[in-house]
């Protein structure tokens, strides 16, 4: 019986497109191989250092055997692989499989990191040196960073549902039957709960999470992703601090140390900026204002950051930032269109592809995830949390609300009372595809 093939498992064509789509948001090369490395898409986003490359016989089967030792290492390490291939460029693969039979592999990358951070050849150097024209393309490919690949390879794996989007149904199993009308959009980006009642099984020091994921967040330019995490370090603060200002204290030197590591220029700024506010800071601390406080903070390091990377290409997880910093707008498509110089269609077609959700569904969902925070934290006016938020009217504001939440603004306000008048149940916005960019 002949081996099944990727192709009897994957609709190309449409795998193709979800390819392109992530080209786009990473800039990175793109190809889907079967087992042997041979590709079965075409090719995207290739350099024109490895178009030359493939256009020999011989130095082409030498990416073809790369590319399918690295889409086997995948499976076997049951994560992407990262390497260097045979020409010196970095890679990674993530592996295809149809139940427990392996029938290819995604190869994303192309492009060179510094020397101290290269990871090891997948199969043996090629002598491919002393070919001027190859060298000097080979100056050309871009530049980038072994962190900034493993986010990449990161988000391919986020995509998982977008691939399995374009599985064949003939292929299915009893336990995945395929949607009647193709694959559903996904609940809208109510992603993170804010408890800020105690837990019941609470005994942790305040705050009991190491700042790991906080500054892989940062370090990876995924501004929503930092504001989710610290939502949730400032519910443990909240929850579990016996003095609040300590527990505050804690975070602000976390944020600090964070900075030290990934953006030190901004430290002593950061410091200045936290001592005036501590000198200032009251016994009983607003956990509505304290969030946004954090995320100034945030915020700073994030832009400290991305003035080290001056060579880096505005792309999607920017557009992702500035509704994560903006809350409060009413984004349209045709202004986020302006701005990364997308056409409309383009940018809808590509935010769905790599979030999960639509544009606007995606900017609702942080305006009303946001008044869910300024409902169970203030004695803001329903009225006034309207328009802060660039709801045109009270009413339609409301109906809104009620079509995310299933209560009205009241009634969130109402439920989110407590015995010691502290909110609970708040959700804050995170997207789930938390790196969106090589």
Same mark, same amino acid.
């Given at each position: 019986?002949?081996?099944? *093939?990727?192709?009897?498992?994957?609709?190309?064509?449409?795998?193709? !497109?979800?390819?392109?789509? %992530?080209?786009?948001?990473?800039? @990175?090369?793109?190809?889907?191989?079967?087992?042997?490395?041979?590709?079965?898409?075409?090719?995207?986003?290739?350099?024109? %250092?490895?178009?030359?490359?493939?256009?020999?016989?011989?130095?082409? !089967?030498?990416?073809?055997?790369?590319?399918?030792?690295?889409?086997?290492?995948? @499976?076997?390490?049951?994560?992407? =692989?990262?390497?260097?291939?045979? +020409?010196?460029?970095?890679?990674?693969?993530?592996?295809?499989?149809?139940?427990? !039979?392996?029938?290819?592999?995604?190869?994303? *990358?192309?492009?060179?990191? #510094?020397?101290?951070?290269?990871?090891?050849?997948?199969?043996?150097?090629?002598?491919?040196?002393?070919?001027?024209?190859?060298?000097?393309?080979? !100056?050309?490919?871009?530049?980038?960073?072994?962190?900034?690949?493993?986010?990449?390879? &990161?988000?391919?794996?986020?995509?998982?549902?977008?691939?399995?989007?374009?599985? $064949?149904? &003939?292929?299915?199993?009893?336990? =995945?039957?395929? /949607?009647?009308?193709?694959?559903?959009?996904? #609940?809208?980006?109510?992603?993170? #709960?804010?408890?800020?009642?105690?837990?019941?099984?609470?005994?942790? /020091?305040? /705050?009991?999470?190491?700042?790991?994921?906080?500054?892989?967040? $940062?370090?990876?330019?995924?501004?929503?992703?930092?504001?989710?995490?610290?939502?949730?370090?400032?519910?443990?603060?909240?929850?579990?601090?016996?003095?609040?200002?300590?527990?505050?204290?804690?975070?602000?030197?976390?944020?600090?140390?964070?900075?030290?590591?990934?953006?030190?220029?901004?430290?002593?700024?950061?410091?200045?900026?936290?001592?005036?506010?501590?000198?200032?800071?009251?016994?009983?601390?607003?956990?509505?204002?304290?969030?946004?406080? %954090?995320?100034?903070?945030?915020?700073?390091?994030?832009?400290?950051?991305?003035?080290?990377?001056?060579?880096?290409?505005?792309?999607?997880?920017?557009?992702?930032?500035?509704?994560?910093?903006? /809350?409060?707008?009413?984004?349209?498509?045709?202004?986020?269109?302006?701005?990364?110089?997308?056409?409309?269609?383009?940018?809808?077609?590509?935010? &769905? +592809?790599?979030?999960?959700?639509?544009?606007?569904?995606?900017?609702?969902?942080?305006?009303?995830?946001?008044?869910?925070?300024?409902?169970?934290?203030?004695?803001?006016?329903?009225?006034?949390?309207?328009?802060?938020?660039?709801?045109?009217?009270?009413?339609?504001?409301?109906?809104? %609300?009620?079509?995310?939440?299933?209560?009205?603004?009241?009634?969130?306000?109402?439920?989110?009372?407590?015995?010691?008048?502290?909110?609970?149940?708040?959700?804050?916005?995170?997207?789930?595809?938390?790196? @969106?960019?090589?």
């Amino acid at each position: 019986m002949a081996e099944l *093939g990727i192709g009897a498992v994957l609709d190309l064509g449409q795998l193709q !497109k979800v390819l392109e789509d %992530f080209s786009e948001a990473t800039g @990175l090369a793109t190809v889907a191989v079967d087992t042997r490395g041979v590709p079965v898409t075409s090719v995207y986003a290739f350099t024109d %250092f490895c178009r030359l490359m493939r256009s020999d016989p011989v130095r082409s !089967k030498l990416c073809y055997g790369c590319d399918a030792h690295g889409g086997l290492q995948s @499976l076997i390490e049951g994560a992407p =692989h990262i390497y260097r291939c045979h +020409s010196g460029l970095v890679d990674f693969s993530v592996p295809v499989t149809d139940g427990d !039979k392996y029938v290819g592999a995604i190869l994303c *990358g192309q492009v060179r990191v #510094p020397e101290a951070e290269q990871p090891g050849y997948l199969t043996g150097l090629s002598s491919w040196h002393g070919d001027g024209q190859l060298e000097e393309l080979y !100056k050309q490919v871009p530049e980038s960073n072994l962190r900034r690949v493993a986010a990449a390879a &990161k988000t391919l794996l986020g995509l998982s549902e977008s691939i399995e989007g374009v599985r $064949l149904p &003939k292929r299915l199993g009893p336990q =995945h039957p395929l /949607p009647a009308s193709g694959t559903p959009e996904r #609940p809208l980006p109510r992603i993170v #709960p804010v408890q800020v009642v105690p837990s019941p099984n609470a005994h942790r /020091p305040a /705050p009991a999470r190491p700042h790991g994921a906080l500054q892989a967040a $940062l370090e990876s330019e995924d501004l929503a992703g930092a504001y989710a995490e610290v939502s949730q370090l400032l519910d443990t603060v909240y929850a579990e601090a016996e003095d609040l200002r300590e527990g505050i204290a804690r975070l602000e030197d976390q944020v600090v140390d964070i900075a030290r590591d990934c953006a030190p220029r901004l430290v002593p700024h950061l410091s200045q900026m936290v001592e005036r506010y501590r000198e200032r800071r009251a016994a009983s601390v607003n956990r509505y204002q304290m969030q946004l406080y %954090f995320e100034r903070l945030l915020g700073t390091v994030l832009d400290e950051i991305l003035r080290g990377r001056p060579h880096r290409n505005r792309d999607l997880r920017d557009l992702l930032n500035d509704i994560a910093r903006h /809350p409060n707008r009413a984004l349209s498509l045709t202004e986020a269109a302006a701005a990364t110089h997308w056409s409309p269609g383009h940018l809808s077609k590509l935010f &769905k +592809s790599v979030t999960g959700y639509t544009f606007v569904s995606y900017v609702t969902a942080w305006r009303i995830s946001r008044a869910e925070l300024m409902l169970a934290c203030t004695q803001m006016p329903v009225q006034r949390i309207a328009t802060e938020l660039d709801f045109n009217q009270v009413n339609y504001f409301s109906r809104v %609300f009620r079509a995310h939440t299933g209560v009205s603004p009241s009634e969130y306000r109402r439920r989110a009372s407590t015995r010691d008048g502290r909110p609970t149940g708040v959700s804050l916005p995170a997207h789930h595809n938390a790196l @969106l960019r090589a």
